[in-house]
T-cell receptor, first 111, second 115 residues
């Protein structure tokens, strides 16, 4: 089955700096890669996703890149703000299958 | 429309008791998932229902855990003879049938505390 590894487990940045979280996956048939954000005490919510037919997707300060050959994908947050502080989860799935989640990254943005 | 709902929001029980957790998915979502999240940890997959197919129970940690789903609606997760290590937030999520759209919408969770 699919295995998703996520790094780092914790990340601390200064407000205004960029943050990068990386994930690798094992199943070359996986074609859908979402990122979820979970604020303290809240439910995970989708913030951005990418499908395997594109290499990059951007939504304001958030971007995701995908390297299918290397089987890794990354989340990039620019101009970080204190409200970006949360736990971020990557995930991967192959067509018709459920998501497999990474272990999560706790991002702390210091004002 | 309404999102995924779960009840109760909090449950405190004594070790050895049985508990039932309920999940109401988004209407029209045929896929339903249960996860366990221990304090400060990631999402641990428990079980997955897709339409009328046999559920994927590969994530259930022991035979004390079971889940049912009535058609494409409500699901209940039952934990028998609860242990202290069962203490966690139990999250339910639903989605349209893969591969149409895999986005999972999560409920608020049930915080289970076993004393």
């Amino acid at each position: 089955g699919e295995n998703v590894e996520q790094h780092p487990s914790t990340l601390s940045v200064q407000e205004g700096d960029s943050a990068v979280i990386k994930c690798t996956y094992s199943d070359s048939a996986s074609n859908y890669f979402p990122w979820y954000k979970q604020e303290l005490g809240k439910r995970p919510q989708l913030i951005i996703d990418i499908r395997s037919n594109v290499g990059e997707k951007k939504d304001q300060r958030i971007a995701v890149t995908l390297n299918k050959t290397a089987k890794h994908f990354s989340l990039h947050i620019t101009e970080t703000q204190p409200e970006d502080s949360a736990v971020y989860f990557c995930a991967a799935s192959r067509p018709g299958n459920m998501l497999t989640f990474g272990g999560g990254t706790r991002l702390m943005v210091k004002p | 429309g309404a999102g995924v709902s779960q009840s109760p929001s909090n449950k405190v029980t004594e070790k050895g008791k049985d508990v039932e957790l309920r999940c109401d998915p988004i209407s029209g979502h045929t896929a339903l998932y249960w996860y366990r999240q221990r304090l400060g940890q990631g999402l641990e997959f428990l079980i997955y229902f897709q339409g009328n197919s046999a559920p994927d129970k590969s994530g259930l940690p022991s035979d004390r855990f079971s889940a049912e789903r009535t058609g494409e609606s409500v699901s209940t997760l039952t934990i028998q003879r609860t242990q202290q290590e069962d203490s966690a937030v139990y999250l339910c999520a639903s989605s349209l049938a893969p591969p149409m759209d895999n986005e999972q919408f999560f409920g608020p969770g049930t915080r289970l505390t076993v004393l």
